[in-house]
């Protein structure tokens, strides 16, 4: 893919009976690797793994499943084992939902059904890419992997940077390298990189200190669920950041497209937080970083309370304190 261009994380290849390709996130930055999906149990797999990750992608990924599932056996057990795969991001089983509220197995009505939720996902990053782009002040700081490669179009915390780009201004990105997968170091980095960014990588416990020296004007992030209240589930470490954030004076955004948000759920605390493997955390690759046999505690996500969040940028708008409201009027649920 040429230099200056966003990463396309997965596409279909064909019509109504062809292929599912994705990017293995896995791979990158080291290398690019295509991964033809033609079952949902190959979809599901390379959800779990994090070949495709990122609220917003997992959604359309699993759409694209729900395609290859109606032309195999099982569809019904395929469809929610794609909807489990993972837990927290609201995205997933709502895609899924929405592919079954069709009640059909044509797959030109399928094939149809989710590449509107692929296209919606891109207009609605562009939208918020507008909306962040105002908010912008001195350079950013990110935390995990909330652009290209996690949506259907340029992201959601980093659009407001790409808005940046397009307009010709270079704006600063601080990318936390986010612990125990490195999304913020591996993916953040390379597609900011590519897309002519000043990006620059620390680890998660540097944060607070950048921050606190006044070299951040404005942190970004995305989410993976959003309460009816406003706090929010996203990457490991993000409620760390926002305290930091807000014992700093400095604002806390968090951007993401209204299949995100989750007005079921009233409070973080009802939000299910995945928890990961124990190797993720006690080695790199194939090298042990932990003593053998003592115990990790992995939880891919964390919350967010609404208070700590200065706003929250939706596709429709910026919504700001008291979230309740604001959220019950862009989802319009009361
Ligand atoms: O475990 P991951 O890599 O899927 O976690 C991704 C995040 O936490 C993102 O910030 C979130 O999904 C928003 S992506 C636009």
């Avoid at 994380?9 to 690019?32: F, K, N, S």
């Avoid at 968090?254 to 605390?269: C, N």
């Avoid at 939880?299 to 969040?309: G, K, N, Q, S």
Wanted: hydrophobic share 45%; net charge positive; glycine share 10%.
């Amino acid at each position: 893919m040429p230099r200056g261009q966003h990463p396309t994380p997965l596409r279909w290849m064909g019509g109504p009976d062809g292929r599912l390709q994705l990017l293995d996130q896995t791979e990158l930055p080291g290398r690019v690797v295509r991964l033809d999906c033609r079952h949902p149990r190959e979809v599901r797999a390379a959800i779990r793994r994090l070949a495709v990750r990122g609220a917003p992608l997992i959604g359309i990924a699993a759409a694209y499943g729900v395609v290859l599932a109606a032309r195999h056996p099982g569809f019904v057990r395929e469809t929610t084992r794609l909807a489990s795969a993972r837990p927290t991001a609201v995205n997933l089983a709502a895609a899924v939902a929405r592919m079954l509220a069709l009640d059909t197995r044509d797959s030109a009505l399928l094939l149809a059904e989710a590449r509107a939720i692929h296209r919606e996902d891109e207009e609605a990053c562009r939208a918020i890419g507008r909306l962040s782009f105002p908010l912008l002040r001195g350079a950013v700081l990110t935390h995990c992997n909330a652009g290209a490669l996690a949506t259907g179009g340029p992201g959601t915390a980093l659009a407001g940077v790409y808005e940046a780009l397009r307009r010709g201004r270079r704006v600063r990105v601080f990318a936390d390298e986010t612990r125990p997968l490195l999304q913020g170091a591996r993916l953040t980095a390379w597609e900011l990189d590519r897309a002519g960014a000043d990006v620059t990588v620390l680890v998660d416990g540097a944060a607070a200190a950048l921050l606190a020296s006044g070299r951040v004007g404005c942190v970004f992030t995305g989410a993976d669920r959003i309460a009816a209240n406003g706090d929010v589930a996203n990457k490991i470490g993000t409620r760390a950041v926002a305290l930091a954030a807000h014992d700093a004076g400095i604002p806390f955004y968090v951007a993401a497209p209204l299949t995100t948000f989750d007005p079921k759920t009233r409070t973080g605390a009802s939000i299910r937080i995945e928890e990961r493997a124990e190797t993720e955390v006690l080695g790199a690759g194939t090298r042990a970083t932990a003593p053998k046999g003592v115990r990790a505690w992995n939880p891919a996500f964390d919350v967010t309370p609404a208070r700590l969040v200065t706003a929250l940028i939706c596709e429709r708008g910026v919504l700001r304190p008291p979230f309740g409201s604001a959220i019950a009027a862009v989802t319009g649920r009361r």
